[in-house]
């Protein structure tokens, strides 16, 4: 279903006809069009040279004249209509604030209940994730968490509560062999050595120099000894001769989930930056799965909104690759008819976080058992 249509009165209306004003929500959108952005070049030149034709309800045009209001390309106002309907104006506004900011405690260096005590005392207070037992976002920041002691000294690290989910579906175990795909800035390869017991290996890879030095720091100071960190594109792990028990891969992605610290991507993004990041994330995928023990565990995720980067990703992996989709218990079921693209119902398994239901990012997450 396409959102916006093109009807013949439409087509000739003439641009010099002023609209009527008055009080109803069709027609303040009018005399917004009209008054703020007359250029053809914008996103709402184009709703009013075609919008006529439409029937929509006042709630309807109400959420529109919001997404453009908040600076969404026409591309990308009419995907999330089509997606989501009168919800992706409620997802649109839950990006618009910041995240609560969250932390997960660092059991290598310190027990949870021994931190959570001490952050107490200071004026600390703060609510569980729920999916990730050592995480917390706070309620109460008297001055800023990373200039305590115990930030410094690295008994917690800032992560974002949906990043914690990935290593937490993951679930590695003390002495197995596992990779982090793109790992940078270390947040997740953290969780992975502590869920782990700093045993066994991690093998982190990724391309940014600066940023593995980030990497290195971080791991530093939280005590991390079992991850060699790998200057090199996670494309050729083959080289090292290893058959990994797990591998997370966080795909590179368009990142349109994080519009709360990103706002521009709300207009710079394209089509070709879906289509790169996709024939990016299968190839990885491939060479993930390519590298990775029968039996073994893959969990694939972004902070990507797109279906492309998402649904359409797994669906492509479970045609291609003899895989199977394990069930995940936290976030909403992945979306299985996105843009009237009908998919398996397997995909119901992966799962998404939304910022107006969960606070979050957007999120997505899928984990794979190679047979």
Request: proline fraction near 6%; charged fraction near 25%; hydrophobic fraction near 35%.
């Amino acid at each position: 279903m396409r959102l916006l249509t093109t009807s013949s009165t439409a087509r000739t209306a003439s641009s010099s006809t002023r609209p009527r004003t008055g009080s109803t929500p069709r027609r303040r959108l009018w005399l917004w069009l009209w008054v703020e952005l007359r250029s053809e070049l914008s996103f709402p030149y184009y709703l009013r040279k075609r919008a006529k034709s439409l029937k929509f309800s006042a709630q309807t045009l109400f959420m529109l004249e919001r997404l453009f209001s908040l600076g969404y390309s026409k591309t990308f106002a009419e995907r999330y209509y089509q997606l989501w309907g009168e919800r992706a104006l409620a997802i649109a506004e839950a990006m618009e604030k910041p995240l609560p900011r969250c932390f997960r405690v660092n059991t290598l260096r310190v027990e949870i209940p021994t931190l959570t005590k001490l952050l107490n005392k200071k004026g600390f207070q703060f609510r569980r994730v729920p999916w990730a037992r050592e995480g917390f976002c706070l309620t109460r920041e008297p001055f800023s968490i990373t200039s305590t002691p115990e930030y410094l000294s690295g008994l917690l690290y800032i992560q974002e509560a949906s990043s914690m989910y990935p290593p937490v579906a993951l679930d590695p175990k003390p002495g197995e062999i596992v990779a982090d795909m793109a790992a940078a800035p270390g947040g997740k390869t953290s969780y992975l050595a502590q869920l782990m017991k700093n045993e066994g290996i991690i093998y982190a890879f990724d391309v940014g120099e600066e940023r593995l030095k980030e990497t290195r720091l971080n791991l530093s100071r939280l005590g991390i000894t079992n991850t060699i960190l790998i200057h090199k594109s996670s494309l050729h792990m083959g080289e090292l001769g290893i058959e990994f028990d797990k591998i997370l891969l966080d795909a590179p992605c368009t990142g349109s989930g994080t519009i709360h610290k990103n706002p521009e991507r709300k207009s710079n993004r394209t089509m070709e930056d879906i289509k790169f990041c996709q024939g990016l994330q299968m190839q990885m995928i491939k060479v993930a799965l390519e590298n990775l023990k029968p039996g073994g565990i893959l969990v694939y995720s972004t902070c990507s909104l797109e279906p492309e980067e998402n649904e359409f990703v797994i669906q492509w992996t479970l045609d291609s690759f003899d895989v199977e989709l394990l069930p995940l218990r936290y976030g909403e079921p992945a979306l299985i008819k996105p843009f009237g693209v009908k998919l398996s119902g397997e995909i119901k398994k992966a799962r998404r976080f939304y910022p107006d239901r969960h606070g979050t990012s957007g999120f997505f997450v899928a984990k794979l058992r190679k047979l």
